[in-house]
């Protein structure tokens, strides 16, 4: 069976804390499995005043990923959201995965070239220039490189 899905990245507000992580989180885990959704979260931690970045995967029926990428995009905590894909594949990467999470410093970016510098604040503005192909690959090989 078909899923659809979404990759996204978007910036952190300046004042994002480590708490705001933890209730981002918890909203996803109780909403998710309501609506059918799967996903990975990734959070590249910046430096100095620039707090970092997200990319989130999201899996799912068209219809519940289009309304929670609304709500997302709408959440304060974040800034700048780019799509970088969307589209259906022929099942879910994360089934078992309400929203998995992982934080990321630069030293584990180095190994993807093309996203090494998501924590970065011009990473935004190079996709909207450019875009970021491949973003679903580099969350699914970045995970099963990781465990």
Known sequence: ?????????????QALTPHDLEDILEEARSYNPRHGITGVLLFAEGEGRYRGSFMQLLEG???AIEALRKR???DPRHHTKIV???GVKAGRDF???S????TVDRS???AH???????EPHFQDRCAADGADGALSFLCDFWQQAA
């Open 99 to 102: 929203m998995a999470f992982r």
């Open 108 to 110: 584990q970016l180095r």
């Open 95 to 97: 089934p078992d995965w």
């Open 113 to 119: 070239p093309r996203f090494a510098d998501l924590c």
């Open 61 to 63: 029926d068209e219809a």
């Open 72 to 74: 997302i995009f709408s």
């Open 1 to 13: 069976m078909s899923t659809h899905y979404i990759v996204y990245v978007s910036q952190a507000a």
């Open 84 to 86: 970088l894909e969307r």
